[in-house]
């Protein structure tokens, strides 16, 4: 990574900061919460390897960065209850509910 161009720099850290915001609000489908606490720890050495030069979207990456980690960890600590698990299923159910909706029964 730091050998990337400013412009592929920038691009590189755009994508860091779209993926950590997806992870927290959508995490992809089989990724328990431990998977998604090291891809938070990746993205931080990818961050660190890039190089600086443009303050805004780094504090940005940052800011996501630390949100972000705040939510999976209260979320690892929270995953082994009842609430968490009915959430799940609310989640699931709703997908299959909108599924069903748009291209009918199987």
């Known amino acids: 990574a730091p050998s990337l161009s400013p412009g592929a720099t920038l691009i590189k850290l755009g ?3 779209s993926n950590l915001r997806s992870v927290v609000n959508e ?4 990724w328990p919460v431990d998977r998604q606490l090291d891809y938070f ?3 931080m050495k990818v961050f660190n ?7 805004a979207l780094e504090a ?7 949100e972000g980690l705040e939510v999976l960890r209260r979320r690892k600590a929270s995953e ?11 989640r699931f159910l709703k997908a299959k ?4 909706t748009r291209y009918g029964p199987p």
């Open 49 to 55: 390897a890039l190089k600086k030069i443009n303050p």
């Open 41 to 43: 720890e990746w993205s």
């Open 60 to 66: 940005l990456f940052l800011e996501e960065h630390g």
């Open 27 to 30: 995490p992809p489908k089989g």
């Open 80 to 90: 082994h209850t009842l609430g968490y698990r009915m959430a799940g299923l609310r």
């Open 97 to 100: 509910l909108m599924r069903l």
């Open 15 to 17: 994508d860091r900061i």
